[in-house]
């Protein structure tokens, strides 16, 4: 595609339930990496994929987190019993190869409401 | 670990120079970025500089390196209302790919 997109734009839950947040990165990117920003602060790292395995999860805050990209493009961040702290911003990125020098494209978002 | 420090808020006059400065802690970043976030919006990369290099010009923008104090600048030239918007210094340290963002400058143009 021509840019990062993000599924959805907005997601409202309740505290303790489950969520999907999905991310479409630039086709022929083999890195995509995620991050969470909460209000006021920067984006945090939180996982890093090259192709379909995770080669860097280090900024996942708890195993109530994991993603996953099982054909090397498209992932989704899935949160198991969400809590109130949860709320934040999720922020995908796409680069073409995973290495430092090169750009990260960000996509638009996900805005996560947990109440 | 790492951190990157930088101050919250700018206010500048429209057609005013915007000097927007950043702090950084691992000396072996290879790579510092400048990223634009406008409300609603993702980040937009701006600019980025080699550590090799003391300064970066790219048509109004100016960025400029002291490793030494590893203190990092994002100048504006003639700046303008469409300016307005939060900007974040970034860094790649040493053999990681994940950015490390700072906490971003909101900066606002007084028209």
């Known amino acids: 595609g021509a840019g990062v997109s993000q599924t959805p734009s907005n997601k409202v839950t309740e505290k303790g339930k489950y969520v999907e947040l999905r991310c479409d990165p630039i086709?022929?990117?083999?890195?995509l990496y995620w991050y969470r920003q909460s209000l006021g602060q920067g984006p945090e790292f939180l996982i890093y994929?090259?192709?379909?395995?995770?080669?860097?999860d280090s900024g996942l805050p708890n195993d109530r987190f994991f993603a996953v990209r099982p054909e090397g493009s498209v992932s989704t961040l899935k949160i198991q019993r969400t809590e109130r702290g949860d709320s934040a911003v999720y922020l995908c990125a796409s680069s073409p190869y995973g290495q430092g020098q090169e750009t990260q494209y960000f996509g638009p978002g996900t805005r996560l409401l947990v109440l | 670990g790492e951190d990157v420090e930088q101050s919250l808020f700018l206010s500048v006059r429209e057609g005013d120079s915007s000097v927007i400065n950043c702090t950084y802690t691992d000396s072996s970043s290879t790579y510092l970025y400048w990223y634009k976030q406008e409300p609603g919006a993702g980040l937009q990369l701006l600019t980025y500089?080699?550590?090799?290099?003391d300064m970066k010009q790219d048509q109004r923008l100016t960025v400029l390196l002291n490793k030494k104090d590893k203190h990092l600048s994002l100048r504006i030239a003639d700046t303008q209302t469409g300016d307005s918007a939060i900007y974040f210094c970034?860094?790649?340290?040493?053999?990681?790919?994940?950015?490390?963002f700072g906490k971003g400058t909101r900066l606002s143009v007084i028209a």
């Open positions: 970034a860094e790649v340290p040493s053999g990681n790919t994940p950015l490390v």
């Open positions: 500089i080699f550590s090799n290099m």
């Open positions: 086709s022929g990117h083999t890195a």
């Open positions: 994929f090259q192709g379909t395995g995770a080669a860097d």
